[in-house]
């Protein structure tokens, strides 16, 4: 049972241009979300993440937008650079407890110069 | 400084061995986790150790032996290995049991032939 899901492997965009990564969850009590890059034959490293308190955080040029009614967050990259390109991991929590930090299965990212 | 370290990087084995991948991180933290990542590139977590005590266990088999020998450290000991268990096994850390941010060790590869 897929708690949360990124339902695109894989996206392609060009250098410059916004990327917009995708990630719908179902587990309503999920109230912490993290957005986590991973590069190949590394581990992830965590990016930006977000409280259900907030719609949007934003750090440099990485913005994550959280949407609670419709249990849906995104993470748009602009500009994006050919240095983006890694597996971007969407990862949901339940402050408040010793709940574990639950993975999509990732979504493939790669800038084209 | 590397933050979370984990060894070996990479692990061949044969069925029916017993192995181990040690972890440790420098980062101060009180939580420490093992996940897996499997051939579906899903992250799952196996299990979590706050201050050396387990706090997670996810129904994992009981060839998979946990071990805390201080806070900085977190051993995956495998016994019997089966053909199943050939997955990227990943270790992270954290100061917090939950809503906290998880820092991931580069993964260790294990392939059971």
């Known amino acids: 049972d897929q708690q949360v899901k990124q339902n695109s492997p894989s996206l392609s965009v060009q250098e410059g241009r916004i990327s917009i990564l995708n990630c719908d969850y179902t587990?309503?009590?999920?109230?912490?979300f993290l957005w986590y890059k991973k590069y190949p034959a590394e581990g992830p490293t965590f990016l930006i993440s977000?409280?259900?308190?907030?719609d949007k955080n934003e750090d440099g040029r990485f913005t994550v937008f959280l949407n609670k009614s419709a249990k849906h967050l995104s993470l748009h990259i602009v500009p994006s650079q050919p240095g983006d390109s890694a597996v971007y991991f969407c990862a949901a929590h339940s402050q408040g407890g010793s709940e574990k930090l639950v993975f999509g299965k990732g979504t493939k990212l790669t800038v084209n110069p | 400084d590397t933050a979370v370290s984990q060894t070996p990087k990479y692990l061949v084995t044969q069925m029916g061995n017993d192995k181990s991948i040690k972890c440790e991180q420098n980062?101060?933290?009180?939580?420490m986790y093992w996940y897996k990542q499997d051939s579906k590139k899903f992250l799952k977590i196996m299990f979590s150790y706050n201050n050396k005590e387990l706090i997670i266990n996810e129904t994992v088999p009981n060839r998979f032996s946990p071990k805390s020998p201080d806070k900085a450290h977190l051993n995956l000991h495998i016994n019997s290995l089966e053909l199943g268990d050939s997955a990227v096994y990943f270790c992270a850390s954290s100061q917090l049991t939950s809503g906290d941010t998880q820092y991931f060790g580069p993964g260790t590869r294990l392939t059971v032939l």
């Open positions: 977000i409280s259900s308190i907030k």
């Open positions: 587990n309503s009590m999920f109230d912490y």
């Open positions: 980062l101060g933290h009180d939580t």
